[in-house]
């Protein structure tokens, strides 16, 4: 029934009722490769990830990512709350070498014991989730060596003046001070910032400091002993 209703009408419900988000929402509703996700993604390759690594990715949508990530990790695993998404990415499993398995998950418990992966990435998905805090420390639980986030810069020209972000099936959007001080409560985490700096289509520049034309956050949250 829910697939039958209207995009605007859905995204509407999304508003009203963001627990509902994955039942109504599905990155297949309007399919495209977005330059800023992959720009984080090359990140996580040139920072992140070592020849040889086992990595998750969360929320992983089309699927693109972890064609990125395959360029240097030797096994994959992704997993979503979207179903249409997992089913039409099944192909992966046969098409993509190194990838072990394409799955629905809850969005609250991800199902694998800990440090099961060396990395984690999660990319333009936390903004979604209700109870962000923690999906952060479940990304920390199943990752040995790192997690890698990116989520939107809370931009002026994407937020409403009532604070709330233009993107309907955004739950809310962070400034950098923000967002830093929600990591900051992270126990047994190293907090290292990236920024990618540039306009939507790009290109991009990685940054370590925010900067005016910064689109994305996309800090490396590094396990501590």
Request: with cysteine.
């Amino acid at each position: 029934m829910i697939d039958k209703v209207d995009k605007r009408f859905r995204k509407l419900l999304g508003r009203l009722f963001p627990g509902l988000f994955s039942r109504l929402y599905s990155t297949l509703d309007s399919p495209q490769r977005v330059p800023v996700q992959e720009a984080a993604y090359r990140l996580a390759v040139k920072k992140c990830v070592q020849s040889g690594d086992r990595a998750l990715d969360v929320g992983f949508g089309l699927g693109y990512g972890l064609e990125i990530l395959g360029s240097k990790a030797s096994a994959l695993v992704g997993i979503d709350v979207d179903r249409k998404a997992v089913e039409s990415a099944q192909r992966l499993v046969r098409e993509l070498a190194g990838v072990e398995a394409i799955r629905v998950y809850d969005g609250q418990h991800i199902p694998y014991t800990e440090a099961s992966f060396d990395i984690v990435t999660c990319v333009d998905v936390i903004e979604h989730v209700p109870d962000y805090t923690a999906l952060l420390l479940e990304m920390m639980r199943v990752s040995r060596r790192a997690v890698l986030v990116s989520t939107p810069n809370r931009r002026p020209e994407y937020t409403r003046r009532n604070g709330r972000p233009r993107n309907p099936w955004h739950l809310r959007e962070w400034s950098y001070v923000e967002f830093d001080g929600i990591l900051g409560q992270l126990p047994g985490v190293r907090v290292e910032w990236h920024f990618l700096n540039g306009p939507w289509d790009g290109p991009f520049e990685v940054g370590t400091e925010i900067a005016e034309n910064t689109l994305s956050l996309t800090p490396i949250l590094w396990r501590v002993a």
